[in-house]
């Protein structure tokens, strides 16, 4: 069973930097794509980055050019590295793992609070 551990939330000032990491266990990690996903009160939950098992990237509009992810295979993590934050981006942050088979198979972490504020 795929589990997801994130790390590294917290509170930040506006113009701030955070770095999130994402420690996956329980099946083979390369064969995963993998994403951070955010929810913020009384809103769905949106994926903002994602990473292909070989290292494409793909950003929402919001957080291109601010927002990093990278994975490091030999150690099962994904991180987020997050600049130039902005209040808009406080919410919960939840790091997800995707399975492509005959069906996509999704995993979630329990999530991290990132709260960016003065």
């Known amino acids: 069973q795929v589990q997801l551990v994130e790390s590294g939330g917290g509170l930040v000032q506006p113009g701030g930097s955070l770095r999130l990491s994402c420690a996956f266990s329980?099946?083979?990690?390369?064969?995963?794509?993998m994403g951070w996903g955010r929810q913020a009160p009384g809103k769905q939950r949106e994926l903002v980055a994602t990473?292909?098992?070989?290292?494409?990237?793909n950003y929402t509009d919001s957080v291109k050019a601010r927002f990093t992810i990278c994975r490091d295979n030999a150690k099962n993590t994904v991180y987020l590295q997050m600049d130039s934050l902005k209040p808009e981006d406080t919410a919960v942050y939840y790091c997800?793992?995707?399975?492509?088979?005959?069906?996509?198979?999704?995993?979630w972490g329990q999530g991290t609070q990132v709260t960016v504020s003065s």
């Open positions: 990473i292909t098992s070989g290292g494409t990237t």
């Open positions: 997800n793992a995707r399975l492509y088979r005959n069906l996509v198979y999704d995993y």
């Open positions: 329980g099946s083979i990690f390369s064969n995963y794509f």
